[in-house]
């Protein structure tokens, strides 16, 4: 099996390292990687610069976003189709709402418009000790025959968030769930500059199956995500209005 190795935290990050040496266990790898942090990215692409890669001894570190190191890694560099895109291992989560923004789910997703299977993996907690990075990693090693035998849509990606602030139950099959933050902005760090600061709301919104809420109780998430983002129902409805 031939992996696609990505993420968002840059090329020299821990978590994309810890899945290099796991997978590349058992499976031919090859990183294709931003040169530096690419966070918060969603699915950007490079379309007004032009895009510049190297080779280095852990991959291709790639100038742009994640989406443009998928793109430019199957669409260019590789001989051949991956048989899967892993994306990750995101320093911090990528539960709830807070997947609209991230490069690491968003990598995953260019994969799927390619067609390719897209995976992406996240640690519940911002610069966790490295153990939980080789635990997550191991857990996909583990489960990724199970994961690629799924009977998922070819538009469909799996989010994966591994937990760290509880111990490791098992692995939970759920939606995504809602978060909500305090935004604001607060002076920068250059004069005149400004940034934004989120602060997490407690809500109960949520619904107990959710990956927000099970995250919590230890298990490992896998929310099935789709590309295609239309609202059928809504349109099913709008159709009915006489114009």
Same mark, same amino acid.
């Given at each position: ?81 991956? $048989?899967?895109?892993?994306? =990750?291992? #995101? @320093? &911090? ?89 305090? $935004?604001?902005?607060?002076? =920068?760090? #250059? @004069? &005149? ?51």
């Amino acid at each position: 099996m031939r992996i696609l190795l990505t993420n968002d935290d840059g090329i020299d990050a821990e978590g994309i390292r810890a899945l290099y040496n796991e997978l590349s266990k058992e499976f031919d790898c090859i990183v294709v990687a931003p040169d530096g942090e690419r966070s918060a990215s969603s699915h950007s692409l490079s379309i007004h610069n032009d895009l510049f890669y190297r080779k280095t001894d852990a991959g291709f570190a790639v100038s742009g976003t994640p989406a443009d190191c998928v793109k430019i890694g199957i669409l260019h560099l590789l001989d051949s189709l991956p $048989d899967v895109v892993i994306s =990750g291992i #995101n @320093n &911090g989560s990528n539960l709830g709402s807070d997947i609209m923004y991230s490069g690491t789910v968003s990598a995953a997703f260019e994969a799927a418009y390619l067609n390719v299977r897209g995976i992406a993996v996240s640690l519940s907690k911002h610069n966790a000790p490295h153990e939980y990075y080789e635990k997550a990693a191991k857990m996909l090693r583990d489960n990724l025959k199970m994961f690629l035998d799924l009977p998922l849509g070819s538009e469909t990606v799996l989010n994966v968030n591994y937990p760290v602030r509880a111990p490791f139950v098992g692995i939970a099959f759920t939606k995504a769930g809602i978060n909500l933050y305090n $935004d604001t902005f607060v002076a =920068g760090e #250059n @004069n &005149g500059g400004w940034r934004l600061k989120g602060v997490a709301v407690e809500h109960d919104l949520n619904e107990s199956d959710c990956d927000v809420e099970l995250i919590k109780k230890g298990y490992a998430t896998v929310s099935p995500l789709k590309l295609d983002r239309n609202d059928y129902d809504c349109l099913a409805r709008l159709k009915e209005i006489k114009l």
